[in-house]
């Protein structure tokens, strides 16, 4: 009689133990995956501040050219300060909230379309394109693009990670138990209409 009193109460122990393991492999791997989230955040931050270095110096250049549409690089001036108007806390929280990212996200490709537009106006001025100078910039932005674009599909893929690990049984019951620091990750998106190519008018 005595030893079956004591079954209740270790089974509880057990329940509480195992329940406790859960928690605490659910808490780790999420620690860990967002870790990595933050980590590849950071290079994106960081592609995208080397586009925004580069901006002045080709703003420079192409406002040399004789002729040069004035609006158009002034198009670009204005979306790289939009850019700069995002203070540096909405820019870090922007993983755990879906409205800071959509907002960096969107100026951030606001600030890609009017370069491209730069780009594309520059085709009508084969003196501009023949210099030292643009063609160095060109490359340099072209290759920054290009980095951009892996940076955030690797985002896309750590954020898939630790929001797929955040979504399954057992995880799923216990992330909520801390707040928002296990958020969902918000995901980089196409623009609308980036399946179409652009229409770009190279005639004089």
Do not use: C, H
Not at 26 to 44: F, H, K
């Amino acid at each position: 009689m005595q030893q079956r009193s004591w079954i209740g109460p270790v089974a509880v122990i057990g329940i509480v133990v195992v329940i406790a393991l859960f928690v605490g492999s659910a808490y780790n791997s999420l620690v860990t995956l967002g870790q990595a989230v933050d980590a590849q955040w950071g290079q994106v931050e960081n592609v995208y501040q080397r586009r925004a270095d580069l901006i002045p110096n080709l703003v420079a250049t192409v406002k040399g050219a004789a002729n040069f549409e004035s609006s158009t690089y002034e198009a670009v001036a204005k979306a790289r300060a939009s850019v700069g108007q995002i203070s540096p806390a909405v820019v870090q929280n922007a993983v755990n909230n879906p409205q800071d990212f959509a907002k960096y996200a969107a100026a951030q490709d606001q600030l890609g379309s009017a370069l491209s537009r730069l780009l594309a106006v520059v085709e009508n001025y084969p003196q501009l394109k023949a210099t030292e100078n643009f063609q160095t910039l060109q490359a340099q932005l072209e290759g920054t693009e290009n980095r951009i674009a892996f940076e955030r599909r690797k985002y896309n893929d750590v954020a898939q990670a630790f929001n797929t690990r955040r979504d399954t049984i057992p995880t799923v019951f216990f992330a909520g138990l801390f707040g928002s620091k296990f958020n969902e990750k918000p995901y980089f998106k196409a623009q609308a209409g980036a399946e179409q190519a652009p229409a770009v008018n190279f005639s004089p």
